[in-house]
Antibody, heavy 122, light 107 residues
């Protein structure tokens, strides 16, 4: 069965960087776009960007452009999200999520990782 | 950029009642389809409905989605205790976007 397993919680100081991993099981990793979505406490999910796992092409939200880097290792079926210049407002749960597109049903996230809490505090 | 709004913010109902949740898009277009997710405290969002009206794998048939254009609805025909959670809608314009959520709590 499909599973996305993320790395664990992190505590970082302001100005530092964080890298979260997401290992995929149960499907062909290169057949889907892998996305990163974050959710601050009490807030709605917020899309950060994606990577085309087949060719490595990326698309980022304008909000995070320049601070986020999404990469992947196809041999390990793993995607990574690195966020730099962390500030307290970046404290959130970071999820990876598989995006499905079908011309008849549009875009949606069918599987999600368990989430990784990133806390930014001095 | 498509902006999604949801109403009500909070819906207080009892088990066995019918729940109607709304999601409105600021403009039509994009993919034109809507997805709904359920999120319980401390858990990742769970896909309920995709393509506006298709139930995801394993989702009970008491959940249904409808709508078109800018107005969409999630209906839970008869609430079970496990249905009390936060519900988000999601659409794709030039990127994925989520609504602010409706909290469904026990009356």
């Amino acid at each position: 069965q499909v599973q996305l397993v993320q790395s664990g919680a992190e505590v970082k100081k302001p100005g530092a960087s964080v890298r979260v991993s997401c290992k995929a099981f149960g499907y062909t990793f290169t057949s889907f776009l892998m996305n990163w979505v974050r959710q601050a406490p009490g807030q709605r999910p917020e899309w950060m960007g994606w990577i085309n796992a087949a060719n490595g092409n990326t698309k980022y939200s304008e909000k995070f452009q320049g601070r986020v880097t999404i990469s992947r290792d196809t041999s390990a079926s793993t995607a990574y999200m690195e966020l730099s210049s962390l500030r307290s407002e970046d404290t959130a749960v970071y999820y990876c999520a598989r995006l499905v597109y079908n011309i008849l049903t549009g875009y949606y996230f069918d599987y999600w990782g368990q989430g990784a809490l990133v806390t930014v505090s001095s | 950029e498509i902006v999604l709004t949801q109403s009500p913010d909070t819906l207080s109902l009892s088990a066995g009642e019918r729940a109607t949740l709304s999601c409105r898009a600021s403009q039509s277009g994009g993919s034109g389809f809507l997805a709904w997710y359920q999120q319980k405290l401390g858990q990742a969002p769970r896909l309920l409905i995709y393509g506006t009206s298709n139930r995801a794998t394993g989702i009970p048939d008491r959940f249904s989605g409808s709508g078109s254009g800018t107005d969409f609805t999630l209906t839970i025909s008869r609430l079970e205790p496990e249905d009390f959670a936060v519900y988000y809608c999601q659409q794709y314009g030039d990127s994925p976007t989520f609504g602010p959520g409706t909290k469904l709590d026990i009356k």
